[in-house]
């Protein structure tokens, strides 16, 4: 049945869905960008069949939309240290990025610098391009001014941050906002943060949304959380499980806390929470190696 369904839709698609025109040499069909499901010879076609086609072209829209974002990501958006090839920690305090060449570092690797330079006696440099480190808070500034005028989306970000912490936000929008049409998932996640809280630009909820989505489909896992989060304040429950489901298997603390007061509460099947938990361990145990733990241990110390 289906396979003789999938036909049927194939046919469909070649006429136009209004006039019923076939597609020959002459005559190029062009398929509806939101749905993806009907084709037009022309625009005038295209409008006369809309009060048709409106309904089945908005729940299709929405479940191609929502196969995109509630497909796992392979990694996520942290990545993995150019250094030592392992993939990062969530946690931001566990990496530098360095300004020279806007190259975000694990603890370990940057300890592992820090020691050689300090054994040998070293003039300070980057551990991954040996850049001389900037000798004051000008020069380091300058130096990702430079990465950004080489249309660097990590850079713009950076910038983008520091400008917010000054609180110069319409500068901080202006960054951000280009790093995210080069397609930065942290760009998108920031810029989510902007339209929530109004800075630099107007509180605008549906836009905050778009970036948060758009964030977490590039393996953001915090965004991830956080829609999680508004899908549960709005009563939709299914969706906030798939999306803390996610982020958690990215090796995210707090979806994984939320998702334990979900199992409590009957939400989430235990094979669904084994099978978690599973992947969250993985993840977690992936970005740990001999050289980071030598590093948070000497932080500690300190």
């Keep these: 049945m289906s396979t003789n369904s999938e036909e049927e839709a194939d046919d469909m698609m070649m006429y136009c869905a209004s006039c019923g025109t076939a597609e020959v040499d002459d005559i190029k069909l062009k398929t509806c960008t939101a749905c993806k499901s009907a084709r037009y010879c022309s625009v005038k076609c295209q409008k006369e069949h809309r009060p048709q086609h409106k309904r089945a072209c908005k729940k299709r829209a929405a479940e191609l ?5 509630f497909k796992q990501p392979e990694s996520s958006y942290e990545g ?5 090839c392992l993939p990062m920690s969530l946690d931001k305090t566990k990496s530098t990025m360095m300004a020279c060449c806007s190259k975000v570092i694990c603890d370990g690797c940057y300890h592992s610098n820090v020691v050689r330079i300090t054994r040998g006696s070293l003039e300070p440099t980057c551990p991954f391009c040996r850049h001389p480190a900037p000798t004051s808070e000008e020069e380091n500034e300058e130096n990702i001014m430079k990465r950004v005028e080489l249309n ?3 850079a ?3 910038m983008s941050l ?3 912490e000054a609180g110069d936000y319409d500068s901080a929008f202006k960054f951000v906002k280009k790093s995210a049409e080069l397609g930065d998932a942290g ?7 902007l339209f929530g809280e109004g800075k630099g630009v107007e509180n605008d909820r549906k836009k905050e949304v778009y970036h948060l989505e758009q964030a977490a489909i590039g393996g953001h896992a915090i965004a991830r959380h956080n829609l999680g989060c508004k899908e549960k304040k709005n009563g939709r429950m299914d969706r906030a499980i798939k999306h803390m489901i996610i982020a958690a298997k990215l090796g995210c603390d707090s979806s994984l806390d939320a998702l334990k007061d979900g199992f409590r509460g009957g939400m989430l099947s235990k094979e669904d929470f084994a099978a978690t938990l599973r992947a969250h361990q993985a993840a977690v145990d992936a970005t740990k190696s001999p050289q980071r733990e030598e590093a948070e241990n000497a932080r500690i110390e300190r």
Excluded: N
């Design 187 to 193: 760009a998108h996640y920031h810029l989510s943060c």
């Design 156 to 158: 713009m970000v950076q």
């Design 162 to 164: 520091r400008r917010y």
């Design 65 to 69: 939309h929502d196969e995109i974002l």
């Design 152 to 154: 660097d989306p990590a």
């Design 80 to 84: 993995d240290c150019p250094i030592c």
